[in-house]
């Protein structure tokens, strides 16, 4: 715990102008972002009496290690750059909003050729077109359904529209006049986007106007004497009619608005938001967060506005929004909104009539929604509370290890040697500091050493960043280990440097970031290191950490045969009862642990039966590769090949056709293909790959593998 005093800025160094701050703690990660018309006057709310500060805001300011800020123009620049600086560095201590559920979307995929309208979940793409969002996806379906009768746009997947457009026959939606069939030439692109076109229109609220036509030409079909054109139109009129019934009318007046409602409590808050179109209610959502700083419902409602238009320009920002309370000040908030929309756009707290109502509406469904959260959430952050401490009361840590890593090793009878590094913060998985390695340091199988190695690589990097921030001494450094199988920190931070873009460790490498704040891979030391394996397996990766003159975290291995706990320095198991919260934990993450490496395990095997001997030809790409296998028609007539035969290949030239020759008569002649079926050896079957079949899991295995491969495969 810091002391706010030991980096409070002396006054006359913070300016008296509008601006945005960062907190960040002793690793350099950024926890909270904030702005401020005066900067000063801001941050000299920090650095008051611990005593008078809320809870979560004393909670911040003791684990920041360091605050600095940037100046800006204007309150809107600071509000464009604290969201750009939220969404960027994820601060734990910002009000951060989840939705309660994965709401789905009625998308129209202008961006092709052929518009495809379909449900869609998750983030939005460019180009296509969305309403909603829907509380069901069955409401969606429902709807199109009723609409593909009017405007009979493509719905179906790419792989079906391609299969109907080599066989010449469409669909059944096709044969019933649902969909115009533009795979097999029914209509023209340009007719098929403009229908596509009208469906926008007409789900954007546009209706009227549609309506009064289809009605007129109905009128005309009938005059001219042509009833069963004019049935049909009777019937399409119908259906867009029960199709707008769904969504009941809320505003008479055919506003385009937003509602938001908030109810909080002093832990936490929902927010709910009520998508009004055409004056019917088109779509609702909820978010829910931690209020884990001491935050005003103007200012809920400021952080709720940036993350519903942070990533929308146009017709997605209303003309309206209506909220429960304004932020303050107001004017750099509707300015910001103004601009998404790129004409005005009305912020305010709704009086009297329709639309306060409506707000009474969507604030019930608020709190329910809080209530709903509330109920959901309370054993959740019981159990994992209890499973935490259980397992620092067993393992005689000194308090509950808010971040643990587990490590386990995967690999086929010695071949594809993989690791796997997962880790949960507070009890949850955090998947995106997932960590996979491949064992370079040796060939075989010997999971004991590999473990050593794994452990190695992992802290030697977190070594080096900390060294590269000055988080430690510079003569810390010689003690970080120099035996012959590990480099000093400053040595591995010397060549993580030099080569920022090769580094060993799979994961995306992005160099070292720490100044900005960003994510650094390896840089957060765990409280607790698990790996999988008993006595050997903790034993390496204990005698790894001490190599690296670490010392403050902690090691335990969970045995798979009696989930046997094993400690460093015990001779015997740490047994936890089965109704442990804590084993059940530390089940859960050797488990993941366990399935991400052997699915990396897997993958790596599959990619090693799908090589070629023309892989190892240096310079030689894929396209010449394919040229290659279709002029010879297989890797064995082009063994046998001459140089001068080689060089027939368009684009080989002799000095690459040398080169081929050389690197085929190096490498071993595949093994003979085998029918699985019968047994014969099948001489004439010319592979690039060896024969492989497949288990029951649908994983390629060599031929001749044993048919079970449990005890094989780990």
Known sequence: MADPSSYRPKPGQIPDTPGV????????????????????????????????????????????????????????????????WIKEYDPRFNVKYRDDKSYPYLAVTMNEEFPRVQVMRG??????????????????????????????????????????????????????????????????PEEHRELAEEFCDFMAGRTGTYL???????????????????????????ALKKAMEKNAVVLADATDADLIAVAEDELEAAVQIFHVRGGRVRGQRGWVTDKVEDVTTGALVEHALQQLYGEETGDAVPKEVLVPALPEPVEPVQEWLT???????????????????????????????????????????????????????????????????????????????????????????RKSEYRRFQIKGFAGQDDVRSMHEVITRRFRRYLADKERTGEWAEDGAEDAGTDSGTATASETRTHSESHPRTDPDAGPVNGFKDEDGRPRKFAY???????????????????????????????????????????????????????????????RIRDEAHRFAITYQRTKRAKRFRSS?????????????????????????????????IQEVP????????????????AAPAAPAVNTATGEIMDDREDEAPETTADASGEPVPAGAPDDRRGQER
């Open 613 to 645: 001997p023309l892989d190892d030809v240096p310079g030689l790409g894929e396209t010449r590769k394919q040229a290659l296998i279709k002029h010879f028609g297989s890797v064995k007539k082009l063994r046998s090949a001459t140089i001068e035969q």
């Open 21 to 84: 701050y960062r907190f960040r703690d002793e690793h350099r990660r950024v926890i909270y972002v904030g702005k401020a018309k005066s900067l000063r006057q801001r941050l000299a709310n920090y650095f008051q009496d611990l005593a008078s500060l809320h809870p979560r805001t004393r909670t911040m300011v003791t684990t920041a290690a360091s605050v600095e800020w940037t100046v800006v123009s204007t309150e809107v620049e600071a509000l464009q750059l604290e969201y750009s």
């Open 339 to 429: 601009d998404r929309r790129g004409s005005n756009v009305s912020l305010r707290i709704p009086q009297r009539g329709d639309k306060k109502a409506l707000m009474e509406t969507v604030q019930r469904n608020a709190q329910q929604s809080l209530a709903l959260h509330k109920t959901k959430r309370a054993s959740d952050l019981t159990t994992r509370s209890r499973a935490l401490e259980e397992i620092a009361d067993a393992l005689e840590l000194d308090s509950a290890p808010l971040r643990i890593e587990c490590y386990d090793i995967s690999h086929l009878q010695g071949d594809d040697v993989v690791a796997s590094m997962v880790v949960f913060e507070d009890g949850l998985q």
């Open 212 to 238: 009064r036509r289809l009605e007129q030409r109905m009128t005309d079909a009938a005059e001219e004497m042509e009833y069963e054109r004019a049935a049909r139109l009777r019937d399409d009129i119908e």
């Open 123 to 188: 983030h939005k793409k460019k180009g296509v077109r969305y309403f909603g969002p829907y509380g069901h996806a069955w409401a969606i379906r429902d709807t199109v359904d009723l609409l593909l009768r009017v405007f009979p746009v493509r719905t179906c997947s790419a792989g079906v529209f391609k299969n109907a457009a080599r066989t010449g026959r469409p669909c059944l939606l096709g044969y019933i006049g649902k969909c115009s069939a533009p795979c097999v030439g029914r209509i023209e």
């Open 651 to 666: 684009g080989i030239g002799r000095k690459t056709a040398e080169t081929i020759a050389v690197a085929l008569a190096q």
């Open 525 to 587: 030391p765990p409280q607790l290191v698990v790996v999988d394996g008993g006595r050997p397996q903790v034993a390496a990766a204990k005698r790894a950490l001490d190599e690296l003159g670490i010392d403050d975290i902690a090691v335990c291995g969970l045995a798979k045969r009696l989930e046997e706990v094993w400690l460093p320095e015990d001779d015997d198991p740490v047994v936890l009862p089965r109704t442990s919260e804590g084993l059940y934990l530390l089940q």
